[in-house]
């Protein structure tokens, strides 16, 4: 029977700890964690990108929220196919098939906008920009989990296993908070094409290095599967569920923030500048994201839910209430100490409610929720801006911050006082969707 050789690779010890016993990034390379965060940010892009080129293109903030949404439903509905392949073939064919296919979508699109077809074209075209989009988180978290519990000592697993999990949830949280900064520099310094031709070019060097990386996890067989499965029915778990809406309304937050600023921007006359102001927000997201590490046990998830959640209402309070770009560079800012270690203890929470065997299927979930709530808040936020109003836009992502508030209400009732697990030292089993 002949080997096969990424398993044998993502399974094979290394040399790398100060015991003697492999690091994880000996097990990996040092160069994985940055390729791996890299080759995040074309997905991260997508709905700000495409929002950004409609408007600019067919000067319309009610077409670039429509062309977003396009964008998340073609996320919804084929994003979770893509993970399912992934499990069937092994990530490295499906990653390549997607890369390529993302990439002629999205180099379409950048022509297709300043062209003279019509706009549903461009909506064609942005749904399947959604539907290409490579699944670069949960695939690597599957590929880092899968390791560590496969090559590393068990003593040290449960340690290396928190922290990976940690970083990992930062480190998406620090991509889709500065995908749109990216977006805003690139679009006020080359125009509004050039976030897309952007987000094309790191697919199609990124992702395929992430793609043919050795740590590239293969397919289970169905033996394989069985044995480690829950059945799909523990996906519709009520605590899960509120889990995806709490991350689904972030994507409602970072939607309509991004639209409404958008078509502030617009009214001043510099679209492309909306992504420079959103950048203010990831400032402090970023920080307090990543110091999520050092936050006290007894400060559980429960409670961070709705401490932070608080943060995220008052910027945007600030934000809907306050005259001129002052108050709003002070609303986020604001709103940005809430949402990056927020979207951490959401994710956090996915990973402990994740049925057996479906933690990637989980992430899965809640990477698409980010964009559907995104870009449906797009598409909502601008139809209100070009047809009732700026200054009522701007209200939306207080709405938003209410919805996000009550999701962790409902959340405090269904996570038992009794069991506040330590958001760090989850089991997660391997499994691609």
């Known amino acids: 029977m002949t080997a096969d050789p990424d398993r044998e690779t993502a399974q094979r010890p290394a040399p790398g700890g100060a015991d003697g016993a492999p690091s994880l990034i000996s097990l990996t390379g040092l160069g994985y964690f940055p390729l791996a965060l890299i080759a995040r940010f074309p997905f991260a892009m997508m709905v700000v990108g495409v929002l950004t080129l409609v408007v600019s293109a ?5 077409l670039g929220g429509l062309a977003s949404a396009s964008v998340g439903i073609g996320s919804a509905l084929i994003g979770p196919l893509v993970g399912a392949a992934a499990d069937r073939f092994g990530q490295r064919p499906t990653l390549l ?63 290396t296993l928190s922290a ?26 080359f125009g509004a094409w ?22 590239s996890a293969p397919p289970k067989t169905r033996a394989e599967r069985a044995a480690t499965l829950a059945p799909a029915r523990e996906l519709a778990r009520p605590e899960l569920l509120v889990t995806v809406f709490g991350i689904f309304c972030v994507g409602l937050v970072f939607g309509t923030t991004l639209t409404g600023l958008t078509a502030l921007t617009q009214d001043l006359g510099s679209p492309e500048s909306a992504g420079l102001f959103y950048g203010i927000m990831g400032l402090g ?22 401490v932070f959640v608080l943060f995220i209402l008052a910027g945007q309070f600030v934000m809907a209430t306050g005259a001129g770009l002052g108050a709003v ?64 836009a701007m209200w939306l992502p207080a709405w938003a911050g209410a919805l996000l508030a009550l999701a962790g209400i409902v959340n405090w009732f269904l996570t038992p006082a009794g069991f506040e697990p330590s958001p760090h030292t989850a089991t997660v089993e391997v499994q691609v969707p």
């Open 58 to 62: 067919r000067g319309s903030v009610e």
């Open 97 to 159: 098939i997607t890369a390529i296919a993302n990439s002629a979508a999205l180099g379409a699109l950048a022509w297709i906008a300043y062209s003279p077809l019509d706009v549903w074209a461009v909506f064609a075209v942005s749904f399947l920009v959604g539907a290409s989009g490579p699944q670069i988180s949960p695939m690597s978290r599957s590929r880092l989990v899968m390791i560590i519990k496969t090559a590393m000592p068990s003593k040290r697993r449960p340690r």
């Open 164 to 189: 990976t999990l940690a970083y990992e949830s930062a480190a998406d949280e620090v991509v889709f908070v500065f995908g749109p900064v990216i977006v805003g520099l690139l679009a006020t310094f």
């Open 194 to 215: 050039a976030p897309i031709a952007g987000a094309a070019a790191l697919t199609l060097v990124f992702v395929v290095a992430f793609a043919l990386h050795r740590t």
């Open 285 to 306: 997201s970023a920080v307090l994201a990543i110091s999520v590490v050092w936050f006290s046990p007894r400060f559980t998830l429960r409670y961070r839910w709705l």
């Open 329 to 392: 560079a002070l609303g986020l800012g604001i709103t940005g100490i809430g949402i990056g270690p927020l979207l951490v203890t959401l994710y956090s929470f996915g990973t402990h409610r994740s049925p057996e065997g479906r933690s990637a299927t989980v992430m899965t979930m809640l990477g698409s929720g980010v964009i559907v709530g995104q870009s449906g808040a797009s598409a909502l936020t601008g139809y209100i801006a070009e047809h009732v109003g700026t200054d009522t």
